[in-house]
C-alpha cells in the first residue's frame, strides 16, 4: 500500500511537470489540457496495472494513432510540405473531440465497475469436454496461423515488386497469396487461436501459438504493417495479465519483462521508423528527427475528425461509424448469390464517392490524385462519430467502448463461451482507434466467423462422438 501511494504520488507530481511542459512549448491551452488528460488517466490505471491492463493499452493505442501527430506539430515544430495542414479551428475542433473522447471513455470505464462480476459457471463446459475443446482448437489454431504467415509472405513478396502504396490499386489476394479456401482460413486466424486461448491452456501450452503470432506481426513490419506487431505484443500482455488477475498467479504477467519493454520502447520505436525507410526505399541510416518523423506518420489519423469538420457539407451523409458492419452484411455468399451485393474497388472514385468509408471519401477530395495512385489517410472512429452525429455521437460513442472494455476486464474466465467472446474482441477494440466505430461489431455479423463457429461445433461433436465409441467398444471388449 505504501509503494502504490508513494508511485501516486510521483505520478501527480510528473503530470504536474508535464502539465507545465505542455502549456510552455505548444502554447495551445486546449492542446495542453488534452495531453494532461490522457497522462493523468494513463498514470491514475497503471497504478493497478495488473487489473487495468486492458484499458492502459487500450489508451497507449489511441495515443499512438491519434496523438503522435498532434505531438509532433505542436511540440516538435513538425511541418510537411507533402501534408495538407488542419486550420487552428480544425485542430482544436479535433483536440475537443479527443478531450471528449478521453473523458467519456474513462466516464464509460467506470460505469462497468457498477456492475458485478459474473461468478456463474457453465458447467456444461467446465468439464471433461474442456480437454476435447483445448486439443481440437490447439491444432487448428495453429494450421490457420501458420496459413497466415504464409498468407503475409506471399504478401510482402507482392509488396516488395510493385510498392507499398501501389499494393492497394490491386487486389493483392486475387492473383497473389493462398488460393481458396486456405486465404480465407488464414482470415480466420483470430477467431481460431482466440478458441483454444478461452480454454485457459498452461503458460507453457501458449508458447507456440504466441510464438507463431510473433512472427505473423513481423513479417507484417516488414511489409510496412507497424501496428500490427504492437497490438499482437499488447494482446499477448494483455491475455497474462487477465489470467494473472484471475488465478491469482505472477508468474503470468512479468513486471520485468514490461519494464524492459519500457526501457526498450525508443530503441522499438526507431526501428519500426527505419522499417518506413526501407519500405519506402530510403537508405537506412541514423536520423536526428526519426521520433518526429515516427510521430507524424503513425499518428495522423486525427487529422480526419477536422477535415471532417471542413467538408461536412460536402460528403455523402452515408452512416461512416457503421461502415464495416454495412460491408459485412453486403459482401457476403449469401448477398452475392441473390444479387443484393454491391462493393466497390480499393482506391476508386466510386467507394470514395458512394462507399461508407469517411477515409476513402477525405482522402479523394484533399489528395485526389494520389488517393488514385494508393494514398490513404487510415480511418478515425471518431472522426466517423464526429461526422455522422457531431459531439453527441462522440460522446456516445466512446462511453460505450470504455464500458465494453471495463466489462470485458471483469468477465469470469471459468465460463468458456464468456472467456472466448472476451479475448476475441480484445483483438480488434485495440485496433478501434485506427478503424472505425463498429470494427468488432463486424467481426460478430460477418458470415466467415459464424460458418467457422458451425463447422468448429460439429468437429467437437463428431471427435465426442468418436471417443464415446471408443470408450464403448473398450468396455464391451473388457465384458
Not at 261 to 277: E, M
Request: glycine fraction near 6%.
Amino acid at each position: 500500500m505504501k509503494l502504490k501511494n508513494g508511485l501516486r504520488i510521483l505520478l501527480l507530481l510528473l503530470n504536474i511537470v508535464l502539465l507545465i511542459l505542455f502549456l510552455e512549448i505548444s502554447k495551445n491551452i486546449i492542446f495542453a489540457i488534452l495531453m494532461t488528460l490522457y497522462t493523468s488517466l494513463i498514470s491514475i490505471l497503471i497504478v493497478n496495472f495488473k487489473k487495468n491492463a486492458f484499458f492502459v493499452f487500450y489508451l497507449i493505442s489511441f495515443g499512438t494513432f491519434l496523438l503522435l501527430k498532434p505531438i509532433a506539430i505542436e511540440m516538435l515544430n513538425y511541418t510537411s510540405e507533402y501534408r495538407v495542414m488542419l486550420s487552428n479551428e480544425e485542430k482544436n475542433i479535433t483536440y475537443i473531440c479527443l478531450i471528449l473522447s478521453i473523458v467519456f471513455l474513462a466516464i464509460g470505464y467506470g460505469f462497468s465497475k457498477i456492475i458485478k462480476k459474473d461468478t456463474t459457471l457453465n458447467n456444461d463446459i467446465i468439464d471433461e469436454k474442456i480437454t476435447t475443446f483445448k486439443k481440437v482448437s490447439f491444432y487448428i489454431s495453429i494450421i490457420f496461423l501458420i496459413l497466415e504467415i504464409i498468407d503475409n509472405i506471399i504478401r510482402l513478396q507482392f509488396i516488395k515488386e510493385v510498392g507499398y502504396t501501389a499494393s492497394y490499386l490491386t487486389n493483392i489476394y486475387s492473383n497473389r497469396g493462398l488460393i481458396e479456401p486456405f486465404k480465407s482460413l488464414a482470415y480466420l486466424a483470430p477467431i481460431a487461436y482466440s478458441l483454444f486461448f478461452a480454454t485457459c491452456p498452461s503458460k507453457k501450452e501458449c508458447r507456440i501459438p504466441f510464438v507463431l503470432l510473433l512472427i505473423s506481426g513481423i513479417v507484417q513490419v516488414m511489409a510496412g504493417n507497424r501496428f500490427e506487431i504492437v497490438s499482437i505484443v499488447f494482446f499477448i500482455l494483455i491475455y497474462e495479465s487477465i489470467r494473472a488477475n484471475n488465478e491469482n498467479n505472477e508468474k503470468w504477467i512479468n513486471k520485468k519483462h514490461i519494464i524492459l519493454l519500457i526501457v526498450l520502447s525508443p530503441i522499438i520505436i526507431a526501428l519500426l521508423q527505419y522499417t518506413i525507410y526501407w519500405r519506402d526505399g530510403s537508405v537506412i541510416k541514423v536520423r536526428e528527427n526519426v521520433y518526429s518523423d515516427f510521430f507524424y506518420s503513425v499518428g495522423g489519423s486525427s487529422d480526419l475528425i477536422g477535415f471532417g469538420n471542413r467538408y461536412i457539407e460536402e460528403l455523402n451523409n452515408h452512416p461512416y461509424s457503421f461502415g464495416n458492419t454495412y460491408r459485412a452484411l453486403n459482401d457476403n455468399i449469401i448477398s452475392k448469390t441473390i444479387g443484393f451485393s454491391k462493393s466497390y474497388q480499393n482506391q476508386s472514385i466510386d467507394k470514395a464517392l458512394n462507399g461508407h468509408s469517411l477515409a476513402s471519401s477525405l482522402s479523394y477530395k484533399i489528395y485526389p490524385k494520389k488517393y488514385l495512385a494508393g494514398y490513404g489517410m487510415g480511418d478515425c472512429y471518431i472522426a466517423d462519430l464526429y461526422v455522422d452525429y457531431s459531439y453527441i455521437g462522440v460522446i456516445i460513442g466512446n462511453i460505450i467502448i470504455g464500458f465494453t472494455i471495463g466489462f470485458i476486464t471483469k468477465i469470469n474466465i471459468k465460463n468458456y463461451v464468456h472467456f472466448f467472446v472476451c479475448i476475441f474482441s480484445i483483438v480488434y477494440i485495440l485496433r478501434i482507434p485506427r478503424d472505425t466505430f463498429d470494427y468488432l461489431l463486424a467481426q460478430f455479423v460477418g458470415l466467415k466467423n459464424w460458418l467457422f463457429i458451425i463447422a468448429f461445433i460439429c468437429i467437437i461433436k463428431i471427435k465426442k462422438r468418436r471417443n464415446k465409441n471408443e470408450k464403448d467398444s473398450y468396455i464391451n471388449i473388457g465384458a
